[in-house]
């Protein structure tokens, strides 16, 4: 299986940067597509980003896109997540995710393994 544990979150001002990063255990990496996702106090736990095996194609949710950056060190085993002009909307736990499939999706159900989170919080 695979392991993940996701760091670099902390408190922020509103249009400040962040970048989050999640190891993976060493096994066959390149095999699957990661994601990460975020759940706010009191909501469902939502998609932000993915990647595909190669690190060629990305994905992004709508709130996120054009300041989140999803990237891959496939030889540091290693997802990251840029996160730039923070917003207060953007608090939340963030999860690195893990999906055996070739296509992860964008829903939870599409993905295999998790972090344990990490905790984002932007003031304004």
């Known amino acids: 299986q695979v392991q993940l544990v996701e760091s670099g979150g902390g408190l922020v001002q509103a249009g400040g940067s962040l970048r989050l990063s999640c190891p993976a255990s060493?096994?066959?990496?390149?095999?699957?597509?990661m994601g990460w996702f975020r759940q706010a106090p009191g909501k469902e736990r939502v998609f932000v980003a993915a990647?595909?095996?190669?690190?060629?194609?990305?994905v992004y949710a709508d709130s996120v896109k054009g300041r989140f950056t999803i990237s891959r060190d496939n030889a540091k085993n290693t997802v990251y997540l840029q996160m730039n002009s923070l917003k207060p909307e953007d608090t939340a736990v963030y999860y690195c995710?893990?999906?055996?499939?070739?296509?992860?999706?964008?829903?939870?159900?599409?993905?295999?393994?998790w972090g344990q989170g990490t905790q984002v919080t932007v003031s304004s």
């Open positions: 060493a096994r066959t990496f390149i095999n699957f597509v």
């Open positions: 995710a893990a999906s055996e499939r070739v296509l992860g999706g964008t829903r939870v159900a599409g993905y295999d393994y």
């Open positions: 990647i595909n095996r190669s690190g060629g194609s990305t």
